[in-house]
């Protein structure tokens, strides 16, 4: 098999190159033994070498659903049966995809989707074995795409540390003080890429040193006037080759869209399908949170699909004192106080900052908006306390990884009578958080999953002696309690702070309007 793609690649070359032309050699790495390429400029197929999935559709469909709607992701959907016959990496099918998912579409919105929404998904797909055997050891790094360059040039290059990304172009037209893209690209074909290929490596006649290519790939043909060695490396060596979160090149800790899964044709078709019925439960699983008794609503929930586990003690012995007791939770999406009422069968107020108007009319328990004022927020807490239990998220923002943002020491300085919470949920379909879209939706969202799952394990009292009572500073209390809540979830703790967060997948500090 590895003969008869020498030679056709050979072929290729003859056709493509002139006398100048410096035919590569080839070596084929379907036994997934590839030699290590040490200190040298590599030119590497993003689609299926680099990623162990050579399927562009899935990534255009979460550019035209995070970046457009749920329509302009239909169209696109109704749009795969002739891609697929054309060939999804031809230049009609990308002409095709490109247009419905980018025709209208702002600069600006693609631009968060790709740096907040890709890199999840690009992340999970890497081929373990080309990234560490050739991408990572090289001097120079460059990737091509058969898809347009603005939605994988963010991820390779601040993920990836690609020097240069080489993909197709996308016409835009500057419309009062913003740009909207076309949906039409740029010279399609080969020939904006050879062009950017030559400008890449410099001098005329100038070579990289190692091609990574797949089998049956048309970007090879790109790739042979300029590289001296070529490396094949087979779809069956990919598939069993994917890279572990622990060896991920950055830890990936943010992420927004609502999709929790890759979108392709298929998963979408069921996805769509499932829809209607998804909103449906979302509805009964809302009415069932406000209008029935606790004791009768987690039941009612479960018939209905949603899936939730308590454990641990939350009782403050007989030494506590009159004042309520705070509740200090990790924060997964918008209903974690609801769950924890469910847990503890009785009202709990809580704490909230961006929660939208309908969350707070629609809420079973009382909320209360908390002003980003330190003081104005430690009185606002301390009344509350004295009122009865009060639950807080300290994180002040929700976190989809395995991951802990920094804790406000605000909560540690204002009680000493606290109970960690160890909240997790888990979804298949859609997320139930949002940074840059709609808050108003979070709850429905999360609902509309086909089995929504909430993990409650209470954890027990603060030590006396690891409280401000105890002589702790607030934020020795605070380090604790977070590090408590980790052990508990098997989650790591990070120093990164809600505006960490904002200013990565939003451009702004937080405040998100309502």
Avoid at 26 to 36: E, G, H, K, L, W
Avoid at 38 to 59: E, H, I, N
Avoid at 413 to 428: G, K, R, S, Y
Wanted: net charge positive; hydrophobic share 45%.
């Amino acid at each position: 098999m590895a003969n008869n793609w020498v030679i056709n690649l050979y072929r290729a070359a003859r056709k493509l190159g002139s006398n100048q032309v410096t035919k590569p050699s080839t070596a084929a790495a379907s036994r997934c033994t590839i030699p290590s390429v040490g200190d040298r400029t590599v030119v590497c197929d993003f689609d299926g070498r680099l990623l162990r999935s050579t399927a562009l559709f899935p990534y255009f469909m979460l550019m035209a659903c995070e970046g457009g709607s749920l329509i302009r992701a239909l169209l696109l959907l109704c749009c795969f049966p002739l891609v697929w016959v054309m060939g999804e990496h031809s230049d009609a099918s990308v002409q095709v995809m490109a247009f419905v998912t980018f025709v209208g579409l702002r600069r600006r919105d693609t631009d968060l989707v790709a740096r907040a929404v890709l890199p999840k998904f690009y992340m999970e797909g890497l081929n373990a074995l080309v990234y560490n055997q050739l991408w990572l050891p090289a001097r120079r790094k460059v990737a091509v795409t058969s898809a347009p360059r603005v939605m994988a040039e963010w991820f390779l290059k601040e993920y990836m540390s690609a020097d240069v990304v080489v993909g197709r172009e996308l016409q835009m037209v500057k419309i009062r003080h913003n740009c909207y893209f076309t949906g039409l690209l740029c010279r399609p074909g080969p020939g904006m890429r050879q062009k950017a290929l030559r400008e890449v490596l410099g001098a005329d006649g100038a070579m990289a040193d190692v091609a990574v290519v797949g089998t049956s790939n048309p970007l090879n043909r790109l790739f042979i006037p300029y590289c001296k060695e070529l490396y094949i490396v087979s779809m069956e060596c990919a598939k069993t080759t994917q890279l572990p979160r622990e060896r991920y090149p950055r830890p990936l800790i943010f992420h927004d869209g609502r999709l929790a899964f890759l979108p392709t044709s298929s998963a979408m078709l069921a996805f769509f399908l499932f829809l209607p019925l998804g909103l449906i439960l979302s509805v009964i699983r809302i009415t069932i949170g406000i209008v029935l008794p606790y004791k009768i609503s987690f039941a009612a929930g479960a018939f209905f699909g949603v899936r939730f586990r308590t454990s641990g003690r939350c009782s403050m012995g007989p030494d506590a004192k009159p004042r309520g007791v705070l509740f200090v939770c990790t924060h997964r999406t918008l209903v974690d106080p609801l769950m924890l009422t469910a847990a503890l069968q009785k009202p709990v107020a809580t704490v909230t900052y961006s929660l939208s108007r309908l969350s707070e009319i629609l809420a079973p328990i009382r909320t209360v908006r908390l002003t980003r004022d330190r003081d104005r927020d430690a009185k606002t807490i301390s009344q509350l306390l004295e009122r009865g239990d009060l639950a807080v998220c300290p994180e002040g923002t929700t976190c989809r990884e395995p991951y802990l943002l920094r804790f406000s020491s605000l909560f540690a300085e204002l009680a000493d009578d606290m109970v960690p919470v160890a909240l997790d949920a888990q979804v298949t379909l859609l997320y139930g958080t949002t940074t840059s879209g709609h808050k108003w939706l979070d709850p429905i969202a999360f609902l509309a999953n086909p089995a929504p799952s909430y993990r409650v394990e209470f954890l027990g009292p603060v030590p006396p002696d690891q409280t401000c009572a105890g002589g702790r500073t607030g934020v020795e209390v605070a380090n604790w309690v977070q590090h408590r809540l980790g052990d508990a979830l098997g989650f790591k703790c990070t120093g990164f702070r809600r505006r960490d967060k904002y200013m990565m997948l939003a451009g702004n500090k937080g405040v998100v309007s309502n």
